[in-house]
């Protein structure tokens, strides 16, 4: 039974990680039409800057924010320099596009740091919660909070709130939003800063729980689509839901099977989801069936 919860814990903390990429590749999504694959780039940066700062004898807090900032400034940066100036580009070429700046993020982190492991000491404290032998400690319960309470605010906000149904208006009709009085590039870029926020937050949580290396961001940036695939790249609260769902799919599959085939299985069983849901002209991961 302590088995059985232990994996379920570390799934959903897991879980929550990919769901504030999701959330993050959702916002993006839903203001530009793009699909952000250097969203994990937030989360290396954050944890990357942070644990250099720490170690330089600056208090954590300090670090953090700094930190935060960096990967506010990444996602600001990226839709500001790297995306405005090519909005006439095809959503192929864009994509393309951004996994290349995740790839030079990468070779920058690594030229920078090396290929060394980072963490820093919790910024919630080092506190543990028993159930049944199982141990859970307080920055993944808080990383599972905060990925529930962020996704229900940004879908209200989304939903309930003018300025978020601009920000949604902005990818469905540029033109027409420009005309009705919205700032499309300024909406953009709060929502690629924004993004970067919450991938930051997600590693200012979850480093101190394990580690953090120069080429984390892709393989969560993966994992991350998959929960904001399974969401159709439009609903917060189902990018939420989703990542939790792959991190406890992922967790007991490593646990009562095997542990190389955890990430295979789940990437395979995405492959059927998206022939059945494109297979029914159903929008998936951005895509729509002719």
Same mark, same amino acid.
């Given at each position: 039974?302590?088995?059985?919860?232990?994996?379920?814990?570390?799934?959903?903390?897991?879980?929550?990680?990919?769901?504030?990429?999701?959330?993050?590749?959702?916002?993006?999504?839903?203001?530009?039409?793009?699909?952000?694959?250097?969203?994990?780039?937030?989360?290396?940066?954050?944890?990357?800057?942070?644990?250099?700062?720490?170690?330089?004898?600056?208090?954590?807090?300090?670090?953090?924010?700094?930190?935060?900032?960096?990967?506010?400034?990444?996602?600001?940066?990226?839709?500001? #320099?790297?995306?405005?100036?090519?909005?006439?580009?095809?959503?192929?070429?864009?994509?393309?596009?951004?996994?290349?700046?995740?790839?030079?993020?990468?070779?920058?982190?690594?030229?920078?740091?090396?290929?060394?492991?980072?963490?820093?000491?919790?910024?919630?404290?080092?506190?543990?919660?028993?159930?049944?032998?199982?141990?859970?400690?307080?920055?993944?319960?808080?990383?599972?909070?905060? &990925?529930?309470?962020?996704?229900?605010?940004?879908?209200?906000?989304?939903?309930?709130?003018?300025?978020?149904?601009?920000?949604?208006?902005?990818?469905?009709?540029?033109?027409?939003?420009?005309?009705?009085?919205?700032? #499309?590039?300024?909406?953009?870029?709060?929502?690629?800063?924004?993004?970067?926020? &919450?991938?930051?937050?997600?590693?200012?949580?979850?480093?101190?729980?394990?580690?953090?290396?120069?080429?984390?961001?892709?393989?969560?940036?993966?994992?991350?689509?998959?929960?904001?695939?399974?969401?159709?790249?439009?609903?917060?609260?189902?990018?939420?839901?989703?990542?939790?769902?792959?991190?406890?799919?992922?967790?007991?599959?490593?646990?009562?099977?095997?542990?190389?085939?955890?990430?295979?299985?789940?990437?395979?069983?995405?492959?059927?989801?998206?022939?059945?849901?494109?297979?029914?002209?159903?929008?998936?991961?951005?895509?729509?069936?002719?």
């Amino acid at each position: 039974m302590s088995l059985l919860l232990q994996t379920l814990y570390s799934g959903l903390v897991n879980g929550a990680l990919y769901g504030l990429i999701g959330l993050g590749i959702v916002l993006c999504y839903r203001s530009s039409g793009v699909v952000n694959l250097a969203q994990g780039e937030a989360f290396t940066v954050t944890g990357l800057i942070t644990a250099e700062i720490v170690r330089m004898g600056v208090p954590v807090l300090v670090a953090a924010a700094l930190g935060l900032l960096c990967a506010v400034l990444f996602g600001a940066g990226l839709e500001r #320099v790297i995306l405005r100036p090519r909005l006439g580009w095809s959503s192929e070429r864009l994509i393309i596009l951004v996994v290349a700046v995740a790839l030079c993020t990468e070779g920058i982190a690594n030229f920078a740091v090396g290929p060394n492991q980072f963490s820093f000491r919790s910024l919630v404290g080092n506190g543990t919660v028993r159930l049944s032998n199982a141990v859970m400690t307080f920055d993944g319960l808080v990383l599972i909070g905060i &990925l529930l309470l962020v996704g229900l605010l940004i879908s209200w906000f989304l939903h309930r709130t003018i300025f978020g149904q601009g920000l949604s208006a902005c990818a469905e009709n540029p033109t027409m939003s420009s005309l009705l009085g919205i700032n #499309v590039s300024m909406m953009r870029m709060i929502a690629f800063g924004t993004a970067g926020f &919450l991938g930051g937050l997600a590693a200012l949580l979850l480093v101190p729980l394990s580690i953090v290396t120069y080429n984390a961001g892709l393989s969560l940036t993966l994992l991350g689509y998959v929960a904001a695939a399974l969401a159709a790249m439009k609903s917060p609260i189902g990018a939420c839901l989703a990542g939790l769902l792959v991190g406890v799919a992922e967790s007991l599959i490593g646990s009562y099977v095997n542990q190389l085939l955890a990430e295979p299985l789940v990437l395979g069983v995405l492959i059927v989801v998206a022939v059945a849901l494109l297979g029914r002209r159903v929008r998936f991961g951005g895509v729509v069936r002719a």
